[in-house]
């Protein structure tokens, strides 16, 4: 049962093509909830045995995702925003945002089920495209790439290449050690302000 349900798995990813991986990963980056790995998985797989490009999956995958939080971020900013406009809950996301907003944008995208709503507090305190768009990019970079890499890991079975592996460990390695730089010099500035 478990083998026809991935077998099924990799000939939907297959048959979708490029085009259908952006698709699929528009709806992962709304409020959707639909989770990456079912495509994301395959589609790594499908790039180790020579059937997808994995350069070609990976840009798919991310600008989805990215267009998918535009979608939600020009929802909250424009929608939501005149719905929720005198309520005191916009206050609170202002002023969380004011201070937590840039390494949020950059964090929540590579924590699973968080990723896609944190583009609605980005849209309703109107953080500005030029932090949002490079900041949730970079994250569904990191976060396509490593899921790809491990369907590719499956896919290539013994003989992966252990540059891949070190790279999947890079990446979230980078992560750490950006939000780990985020909080020590968000705690000093905390210090000389108190």
């Known amino acids: 049962m478990f083998n026809e349900i991935v077998q099924f798995l990799v000939d939907f990813c297959n048959s979708i093509g490029y ?19 079912l495509v994301l998985l395959p589609a790594g797989y499908l790039a180790a045995i020579g059937e997808k490009n994995l350069l070609l999956l990976w840009i798919a995958g991310s600008l989805g995702s990215l267009t998918g939080a535009l979608i939600n971020y020009f929802l909250a900013k424009y929608l939501v925003n005149k719905l929720l406009k005198d309520k005191p ?3 609170k996301v202002n002023k969380f945002w004011a201070r937590h907003g840039k390494i949020s944008a950059f964090l929540a ?13 980005a849209g309703l305190s109107h953080m500005p495209l030029r932090w949002f768009i490079p900041l949730t990019y970079a994250a569904n970079l990191i976060w396509v790439g490593f899921m ?15 540059e891949v592996v070190y790279g999947s460990l890079v990446l979230f390695g980078g992560v750490i050690v950006i939000a780990s730089v985020y909080v020590f010099f968000d705690l000093k500035k905390q210090k000389t302000t108190d």
């Open 148 to 162: 790809l890499m491990i369907g590719y890991i499956f896919g290539a079975g013994e003989s992966a290449h252990k």
């Open 89 to 91: 809950i916009i206050e």
């Open 19 to 37: 085009v259908g991986v952006y698709i699929y990963m528009v709806l992962v980056g709304t409020f959707i909830p639909v989770p990456s790995e």
């Open 109 to 121: 995208p590579l924590t699973p089920g968080l990723g896609q709503y944190i583009s609605i507090p």
